[in-house]
């Protein structure tokens, strides 16, 4: 079982950033997937996800109406888009899949990618 989260970078604060998530090595049909940050010093926060029917999508408040989570039809791939960053959204952000009850749960995930660093500067 594979995440392979991809796609970060610099950005000045008030653009727009999108990451990918590629999943493999097994089905994820019956998995959530989520999105998870870190920023230095910092706990491992829920950013947003959707469970494994695609009928519950959720985000952390501080990013809600500026961060869009998808995910193909496929299965494989998860894909986070951001605008209006903040250099408050500087992190680590990690993709995550597993058997989940409640998607905004990060003990619950059984499977992480790597993580990619986005960097927002003011």
């Known amino acids: 079982v594979q995440l392979q989260a991809s796609g970060g970078g610099s950005v000045q604060a008030g653009g727009s950033h999108g990451l990918s998530c590629a999943a493999s090595?097994?089905?994820?049909?019956?998995?959530?997937m989520g999105w998870f940050r870190q920023a230095p010093g910092k706990e491992r926060e829920f950013v947003g996800g959707i469970n494994w029917s695609g009928e519950i999508i959720k985000y952390a408040e501080p990013v809600k109406g500026r961060f869009t989570i998808s995910r193909n039809h496929a299965k494989t791939a998860l894909y986070l888009q951001m605008n209006s960053l903040k250099p408050e959204d500087t992190a680590v952000y990690y993709c995550a899949a597993g058997a989940v009850r409640d998607v905004e749960n990060r003990d619950e995930y059984g499977f992480w990618g790597q993580g990619t660093l986005v960097t927002v500067s003011s």
């Open positions: 090595g097994r089905s994820f049909n019956h998995y959530a």
